[in-house]
């Protein structure tokens, strides 16, 4: 089978595992990646091609934004290369969804997109959720979902919320996808977590406490800071990103608050790359993700929690947003982002049970391993591709 691949995250050569996995199942795949793209720190050149990567084309962007650029040269490159399924890793609401959507029609190949959202996208809903302002927007990105809709043989999407706005809106063919980790990276690694406790002088006995991920203020971050100064017992450290480099407002707010509470001596900033956040991890005891819902957005997937499960961690979570997909209904370690002494308390048990040998962190890294890596989610694509070759 002839896949032709569309991915803006794969600018990043981290991003390109799934893809290489799937290249060497026996599809002939073909990549395609904008030659430079900006995810909000300025426009930066895509990482080069390595050895292990499948066949990738770089094409112009005719500008950043997801959803109204296209890539300069594409149509070309359908016609050359006649894929027997066009997979776009791009919402429907975008130009290059409804580009890609007729291009697939005329070429007869099969056409596949993936979605992150979890809100509704109708305009009434989006103006009630975020105001007038947003009339035009909102007309215009449903405008773009319902002409791409019909083009779409099977989209794809990452949480339980997606599948039901869109199959609400009259998609069919509706599957949920992990956003496959690299089970090669994210693992239990004991000497990692030896390497790195010992660097940054960390017994054997202490418990860290971290959070990994973005700091924008949707991720709660602040009230993390917060349960962590009402802490009744001392023996614990905080990890957390210096945040070097990308500094926000809020960033700002949090090393400020940082260095003026109580847990300032117990702070360690640390600067990690894709892989090395997983050394990091593996030096964890309890990674916290306090995701706050506002009318713009809710947690759509949070990949950090499967990655550090996978390196062993508890992770304790909010109990609002797509976080709460990776664990059963009745998780324990849970709770309203209003509720700063439910975190306080959970944070607590959850010392209390490592100082008396729980949890199973090898069980906790099985559980994830199995239900989130790239596996898993090459598992689910290839019944998709298998289920349209037979429509065929």
Excluded at 279 to 298: F, G, H, Q, R
Aim: one cysteine or more; proline letters at 3%; a positive charge.
């Amino acid at each position: 089978m002839r896949v032709l691949a569309i991915s803006t995250s794969s600018w990043n050569s981290n991003n390109r595992e799934f893809y290489r996995r799937l290249n060497l199942k026996g599809i002939n795949l073909k990549l395609i990646v904008p030659e430079s793209w900006d995810f909000g720190k300025g426009a930066k050149p895509a990482d080069i091609i390595t050895s292990e990567d499948p066949d990738i084309t770089f094409l112009k962007p005719s500008n950043y934004h997801h959803r109204l650029y296209y890539l300069k040269g594409m149509k070309k490159v359908v016609n050359e290369f006649r894929a027997d399924v066009i997979y776009y890793e791009g919402d429907p609401g975008s130009i290059m969804s409804v580009f890609l959507g007729f291009i697939a029609r005329r070429s007869h190949s099969k056409f596949i997109a993936l979605s992150c959202e979890n809100l509704s996208q109708r305009p009434f809903d989006v103006i009630k959720r975020e105001g007038i302002g947003q009339l035009h927007n909102s007309i215009l990105k449903y405008l773009l979902i319902r002409l791409s809709r019909s083009k779409i043989d099977h989209l794809l999407v990452i949480n339980n919320d997606g599948l039901k706005c869109f199959k609400s809106i009259g998609f069919k063919n509706v599957t949920k996808i992990p956003l496959g980790f690299n089970e090669s990276v994210f693992k239990l690694n004991l000497d990692a977590r030896k390497r790195v406790r010992s660097r940054l002088n960390i017994s054997k006995d202490t418990i860290v406490i971290s959070y990994f991920g973005r700091l924008v203020f949707e991720k709660g971050v602040h009230i993390l800071i917060d349960a962590l100064n009402n802490l009744k017992f001392d023996n614990w450290v905080f990890l957390i990103d210096e945040f070097s480099g990308y500094k926000n407002g809020y960033q700002n707010v949090i090393e400020e608050k940082i260095l003026n509470s109580k847990i300032k001596n117990k702070t360690i900033f640390f600067k990690a790359d894709h892989t090395e956040i997983a050394e990091y991890m593996n030096a964890t005891d309890i990674s916290v993700l306090a995701s706050i819902p506002t009318n713009k957005w809710v947690e759509q997937y949070g990949r950090v929690v499967p990655e550090a499960m996978a390196c062993g961690n508890r992770v304790i979570i909010s109990n609002i947003g797509a976080q709460n997909e990776f664990f059963p209904k009745d998780y324990f370690y849970k709770f309203n982002h209003n509720n700063l002494s439910k975190l306080q308390a959970l944070i607590e048990k959850s010392c209390f049970d490592y100082n008396n040998g729980l949890p199973d962190r090898e069980s906790i890294s099985l559980y994830s391993l199995e239900n989130f890596g790239i596996n898993k989610q090459l598992s689910v694509y290839f019944k998709i591709l298998k289920s349209l070759k037979n429509e065929k």
